[in-house]
T-cell receptor, first 110, second 114 residues
């Protein structure tokens, strides 16, 4: 499976935008870029996913580099409830298991 | 949206006993279900993949006789931890996949073996 690289941790202030980077230089043409987040003692929660074009939903935006070797998850206005571990995962359409890396632990301060 | 119900949310059992964890997809049919284990301050580790009606595929290092997976229908998968020991204490999470909804995760089960 193609691997992803994320910073171990990031900090943000409440109501400020947060840009969470992810590198995936060995991504294949059929790999989708998925983002999940996990709050303490909970299962992962879907955030967003994309293939080539930038994507927006009510939770976040996903900016994908033109060469697809990196992407950035954008939280437009961080809240305290956004404090979580964010995982960037590559997966193809075949429905194989999501393989989790270490993710980025996001801290949000008031 | 898609919901996966996982029960129990926590369980304490005595060493040597067995524990069953259920994972149900409530409003969709899951072609595949996955089981993960997560130790404190670590990431999720895939244990096994199961398709309805067929035997589960276990990851290297996961004992299939200890972690019994049954996937009897498109909406239910169970994980039974047999002869549990303290080192099996962990957070167990299931995930269901469907073409329409993608991957949906359960809320997890905290297992403590005493």
């Amino acid at each position: 499976d193609a691997k992803t690289t994320q910073p171990n941790s990031m900090e943000s202030n409440e109501e400020e935008p947060v840009h969470l980077p992810c590198n995936h230089s060995t991504i294949s043409g059929t790999d989708y870029i998925h983002w999940y987040r996990q709050l303490p003692s909970q299962g992962p929660e879907y955030v967003i996913h994309g293939l080539t074009s930038n994507v927006n939903n009510r939770m976040a935006s996903l900016a994908i580099a033109e060469d697809r070797k990196s992407s950035t998850l954008i939280l437009h206005r961080a809240t305290l409830r956004d404090a979580a571990v964010y995982y960037c995962i590559l997966a193809n359409q075949a429905g194989t298991a999501l393989i989790f890396g270490k993710g980025t632990t996001l801290s949000v301060s008031s | 949206g898609a919901v996966v119900s996982q029960h129990p949310s926590w369980v304490i059992c005595k060493s040597g006993t067995s524990v069953k964890i259920e994972c149900r997809s409530l409003d969709f049919q899951a072609t595949t279900m996955f089981w993960y284990r997560q130790f404190p301050k670590q990431s999720l580790m895939l244990m096994a993949t199961s398709n309805e009606g067929s035997k589960a595929t276990y990851e290297q290092g996961v004992e299939k006789d200890k972690f019994l997976i049954n996937h009897a229908s498109l909406t239910l998968s169970t994980l039974t931890v047999t002869s549990a020991h303290p080192e099996d204490s962990s957070f167990y999470i299931c995930s269901a996949h469907s073409r329409g909804w993608g991957y949906t995760f359960g809320s997890g089960t905290r297992l403590t073996v005493v």
